[in-house]
């Protein structure tokens, strides 16, 4: 079920008024049958999985206060990792692993058939798997309690916001919340629905208008030359955040709706003035989850520097992988973790001594600042290019050629913008430019909460406004949130 069809349109006012006609003592129970329901609508079947890696997760977290020997404990935690991450494994990575298998095989002489599974990738695996992951880790390391209600954790990992595409809760945010006293705020569910309507502004007018032109030069490359694919390029830079902040912003404020507060996902990340920096507004619910689960228990940076940077590296070629079974992400993950130690490298002692003399306001808006987000937004695209292209030898090949006719400015933009629909490019103009505006305000303030403030005239004027916006503009063919394959 998307967020953006007619199902997701009638399924969700029939859960928010059923959630809040039913006593407080039932409302979670109309959660978990929701969220089931709502994943159920994907694909029946794989319903035994989530259900699968529910139950692992809870039955360890009940096991583990009941051992004092730390060694068992451990043995525990390390068996519910495994479970989880094997059918992770077996669903998402298996085709590819044996591929590899085949290829290296290959190369020393060595034939060897495939084993054909045709399976399908269940909806946000990957998503609820490093959900049950934390909970375990947290409840081994003593930071929460295990719940005791197996139900009223099931509706915590199947919360149907957040289920398929994140962001991926913490325990201690997400579970207390479940069951806790709800009381409806006007004010909040407002505040959710206008953050839902932001989440569709940038997935239906922005990122599926865009996606019609990236997937025509990614898929047919030999049509297109020089300043095309750096259009091409910059347009799922573009596309590729707001389909998934969307995504994030229709998932919080849903969840508002319900009197459920979500992590934030997202801080405009492409004004961040390093890689480093960008990591902290990109995905934040992953790149924290990586940070807490895998960097710092492998030492972080309080090891020596080579060491640093090995960790640094693997924690980005997980989370590329972590994206999907290709080559294409992990090279993708592979290079954030070279820049990141480049960056520490070079700029990292700079870097500290500055920021401890400037304050992010004061740095906001200078012209440095604005160089440098130029230079980490340009690094970030050329990243994204492995990340879109079919393969790693297609990424290399359309950047390789993105510079061609360069020589000749003036022809090289005029055959790059001849290769797109003039009047598409002209219509998102104003689109990316408000988005961008948007998010240069959302670094110092909330721009919701902001426009809510103002005179009730202006206010009314800027809402519908932007809701004539939405339905003129908006491309309403349902095309699938980017992140729902991974």
Same mark, same amino acid.
């Given at each position: 079920?998307?967020?953006?069809?007619?199902?997701?349109?009638?399924?969700?006012?029939?859960?928010?008024?059923?959630?809040?006609?039913?006593?407080q003592?039932?409302?979670?129970?109309?959660?978990?049958?929701?969220?089931?329901?709502?994943?159920?609508?994907?694909?029946?079947?794989?319903?035994?999985?989530?259900?699968?890696?529910?139950?692992?997760?809870?039955?360890?977290?009940?096991?583990?206060p009941?051992f004092?020997?730390?060694?068992?404990?451990?043995?525990?935690?390390?068996?519910?990792?495994?479970?989880?991450?094997?059918?992770?494994?077996?669903?998402?990575?298996?085709?590819?692993?044996?591929?590899?298998?085949?290829?290296?095989?290959?190369?020393?002489?060595?034939?060897?058939?495939?084993?054909?599974?045709k399976?399908?990738?269940?909806?946000?695996?990957?998503?609820?798997?490093?959900?049950?992951?934390?909970?375990?880790?947290?409840?081994?390391? /003593?930071?929460?309690?295990?719940?005791?209600?197996?139900?009223?954790?099931?509706?915590?990992?199947?919360?149907?916001?957040?289920?398929?595409?994140?962001?991926?809760?913490?325990?201690?945010?997400?579970?207390?919340?479940?069951?806790?006293?709800h009381?409806?705020?006007?004010?909040?569910?407002?505040?959710?629905?206008k953050?839902?309507?932001?989440?569709f502004?940038?997935?239906?007018?922005?990122?599926?208008?865009?996606?019609?032109?990236?997937?025509?030069?990614?898929?047919?490359?030999?049509?297109?030359?020089?300043?095309?694919?750096?259009?091409?390029?910059l347009?799922?830079?573009?596309?590729?955040?707001?389909d998934?902040?969307?995504?994030?912003?229709?998932?919080i404020?849903?969840a508002?709706?319900?009197?459920?507060?979500?992590?934030?996902?997202?801080?405009?990340p492409?004004?961040?003035?390093?890689?480093?920096?960008?990591?902290?507004?990109w995905h934040i619910?992953?790149s924290?989850?990586?940070?807490?689960?895998?960097?710092?228990?492998?030492?972080?940076?309080?090891?020596?520097?080579?060491?640093?940077?090995?960790?640094?590296?693997?924690?980005?070629?997980?989370?590329g992988?972590w994206?999907?079974?290709?080559?294409?992400?992990?090279?993708?993950g /592979?290079?954030? /973790?070279?820049?990141?130690?480049?960056?520490n490298?070079?700029?990292?002692?700079?870097?500290k001594?500055?920021?401890?003399?400037?304050?992010?306001?004061?740095?906001?808006?200078?012209?440095v600042?604005?160089?440098?987000v #130029?230079?980490?937004?340009?690094?970030?695209?050329?990243?994204?290019?492995?990340?879109?292209?079919?393969?790693v030898?297609?990424?290399?090949?359309?950047?390789?050629?993105?510079?061609?006719?360069?020589?000749?400015?003036?022809?090289?933009?005029?055959?790059?913008?001849?290769?797109?629909?003039?009047?598409?490019?002209?219509?998102?103009?104003?689109?990316?430019?408000?988005? /961008?505006?948007?998010?240069?305000?959302?670094?110092?303030?909330?721009?919701?909460?902001t426009?809510?403030?103002?005179?009730?005239?202006?206010?009314?004027?800027?809402?519908?406004? #932007?809701v004539?916006?939405?339905?003129?503009?908006?491309?309403?063919?349902?095309?699938?949130f980017?992140?729902?394959?991974?």
């Amino acid at each position: 079920m998307l967020f953006n069809s007619l199902a997701f349109a009638i399924f969700l006012p029939i859960v928010f008024l059923l959630y809040w006609a039913v006593p407080q003592k039932y409302r979670w129970i109309i959660l978990l049958l929701s969220s089931y329901y709502f994943y159920m609508s994907w694909n029946v079947k794989y319903v035994v999985l989530i259900l699968f890696t529910t139950a692992v997760s809870y039955c360890s977290a009940l096991l583990l206060p009941k051992f004092s020997k730390k060694s068992t404990k451990l043995t525990i935690m390390w068996l519910a990792i495994a479970a989880s991450l094997l059918v992770l494994f077996f669903f998402k990575y298996f085709d590819f692993a044996q591929n590899t298998l085949i290829r290296v095989l290959q190369s020393f002489a060595i034939e060897l058939h495939p084993l054909t599974l045709k399976l399908l990738l269940p909806v946000g695996i990957s998503f609820y798997t490093f959900q049950t992951l934390s909970y375990v880790i947290d409840v081994y390391k /003593g930071e929460v309690e295990p719940e005791k209600n197996f139900f009223r954790y099931a509706a915590f990992i199947s919360f149907f916001p957040q289920l398929v595409a994140g962001p991926i809760e913490r325990t201690k945010n997400l579970l207390p919340q479940i069951d806790s006293e709800h009381v409806f705020s006007y004010e909040k569910a407002a505040y959710g629905i206008k953050l839902m309507a932001w989440g569709f502004f940038k997935k239906l007018v922005i990122a599926d208008n865009l996606a019609v032109m990236v997937d025509a030069v990614f898929e047919h490359p030999d049509e297109y030359q020089g300043f095309s694919f750096v259009l091409a390029i910059l347009f799922f830079t573009i596309q590729i955040y707001c389909d998934f902040s969307g995504y994030s912003d229709i998932a919080i404020g849903t969840a508002k709706l319900f009197d459920i507060d979500l992590m934030t996902n997202f801080k405009s990340p492409y004004f961040s003035s390093s890689i480093q920096e960008f990591w902290r507004r990109w995905h934040i619910s992953l790149s924290s989850w990586f940070r807490d689960y895998v960097y710092i228990p492998l030492g972080g940076s309080r090891v020596s520097k080579i060491r640093h940077y090995v960790n640094l590296c693997i924690t980005f070629l997980l989370s590329g992988l972590w994206h999907g079974a290709a080559f294409t992400y992990v090279v993708w993950g /592979g290079l954030h /973790g070279m820049m990141q130690c480049v960056e520490n490298l070079f700029f990292g002692k700079k870097k500290k001594e500055t920021d401890r003399k400037q304050t992010p306001e004061r740095k906001q808006g200078t012209a440095v600042w604005w160089i440098r987000v #130029f230079i980490v937004f340009c690094l970030v695209s050329m990243a994204w290019c492995f990340f879109r292209a079919g393969s790693v030898t297609q990424a290399v090949w359309i950047l390789a050629h993105s510079l061609q006719g360069i020589t000749h400015p003036f022809a090289y933009i005029k055959t790059g913008l001849a290769a797109f629909d003039k009047s598409m490019l002209m219509q998102l103009l104003l689109p990316v430019a408000l988005l /961008g505006c948007y998010d240069y305000v959302a670094l110092s303030s909330d721009p919701i909460t902001t426009i809510g403030r103002m005179k009730k005239p202006i206010r009314y004027a800027i809402y519908y406004t #932007f809701v004539f916006a939405l339905l003129l503009l908006a491309s309403f063919n349902s095309q699938e949130f980017v992140y729902f394959q991974f």
